[in-house]
């Protein structure tokens, strides 16, 4: 059944990708795992998807340390300071930062590692009350604040567009989080040059791709719906 599920989703990305004029190649499809099982993600692992994302920390730990180490773990959810020691060396790409503390606190335990971390400035493109991010309007001064921290790369910038019974409705904040991205790269800021943009779910994918997207972060196209009672 996940494989099914899989295909169907690949197919959308895949129709999406003509109808703009993209390569398939330019997409990178994150294959959201919280609250699954690790027989649920070996499933999808072995039709050769190696991104998957991960919204707790303590699941992503127990998951990184014991799953094939050819995966490449995404944190795409809300990262507080005192558990930044656990995913970096982790995580591939944090897509949470919106935060000059939380990007501070990244950038000492890079250095104290000997890394690099790869960053995504979280953005709140809808104004949503219950959402994280920065507003559009403070991305600029806050991607100028930390561009000279050791350790961190910003590559791009991630939203959590609102759930909307029309996908269609949240064009226009993709839209927005594409422009907001190239404004930002014509500035020419020393050590940025921002190439991802991490945006659209199962339920609106595809008009995210449609308007820019590099990662989409699918979990419950794939695995279905997630059960939060042990939570």
């Not at 945006?199 to 595809?206: A, F, H, K, P, V």
């Amino acid at each position: 059944m996940l494989k099914d599920n899989l295909s169907f989703v690949q197919e959308n990305i895949a129709k999406a990708c003509e109808r703009s004029g993209r390569d398939v190649s330019e997409v990178c499809l994150i294959a959201v795992s919280k609250t699954k099982p690790k027989d649920m993600l070996m499933e999808i692992y072995n039709c050769n998807i190696r991104q998957f994302g991960e919204n707790y920390v303590q699941e992503m730990v127990d998951k990184v340390d014991t799953l094939p180490d050819d995966i490449v773990w995404h944190m795409i959810g809300h990262l507080q300071r005192n558990k930044v020691k656990y995913v970096v060396g982790r995580a591939a790409m944090i897509h949470s930062v919106e935060s000059v503390r939380l990007a501070k606190a990244i950038s000492e335990e890079a250095v104290k590692k000997n890394l690099v971390v790869d960053i995504l400035v979280e953005v709140n493109v809808a104004g949503g009350e219950n959402k994280f991010g920065l507003k559009p309007e403070e991305v600029e001064d806050f991607v100028k604040e930390i561009s000279t921290f050791k350790g961190i790369r910003v590559r791009g910038l991630m939203t959590s567009a609102p759930y909307v019974a029309n996908p269609e409705d949240n064009r226009v904040y993709f839209r927005q989080l594409k422009q907001l991205c190239v404004d930002i790269n014509a500035k020419n800021i020393d050590n940025i040059n921002m190439d991802v943009l991490s945006m659209g779910m199962t339920n609106d994918y595809i008009v995210a791709i449609e308007e820019g997207a590099t990662h989409i972060r699918v979990g419950t196209a794939i695995f279905g719906a997630r059960d939060y009672s042990n939570r």
